[in-house]
């Protein structure tokens, strides 16, 4: 009955920063605790950032201190506020519950960082 959509993804130089979202719609009682995964060329898909329905978040180690993750519980809507990119960061993004079998994946948005 959930479908998520992510955007805000595309081509940015190291260093640069992009903010991602992830709308749910179809959802008659708001979203659970949700996450942001990525997958880069070649590697499983992996969780980067998680959030709580009450706002706590926990992150990757990789991402810690660069990425910030935040909810509109009104608009169920998910945000990735990424800065001090890295190329490897280059992945593809995809958000769904912290658990992933919550939602059907979406299409993903694709980050590119590279100079």
């Known amino acids: 009955q959930v479908h998520l959509s992510e955007s805000g993804g595309g081509l940015v130089q190291p260093g640069g920063s992009l903010r991602l979202s992830c709308a749910a719609s179809?959802?008659?009682?708001?979203?659970?605790?949700m996450a942001w995964y990525r997958q880069a060329p070649g590697k499983p898909r992996d969780m980067v950032a998680t959030?709580?329905?009450?706002?706590?978040?926990n992150y990757a180690d990789s991402v810690k201190g660069r990425f910030t993750i935040s909810r509109d519980n009104a608009k169920n809507t998910v945000y990735l506020q990424m800065n001090s990119l890295k190329p490897e960061d280059t992945a593809v993004y995809y958000c769904?519950?912290?658990?992933?079998?919550?939602?059907?994946w979406g299409q993903g948005i694709q980050v590119t960082v590279s100079s």
């Open positions: 769904n519950g912290m658990d992933p079998r919550r939602y059907p």
């Open positions: 179809g959802s008659a009682y708001g979203i659970p605790g």
């Open positions: 959030i709580t329905s009450g706002g706590f978040t």
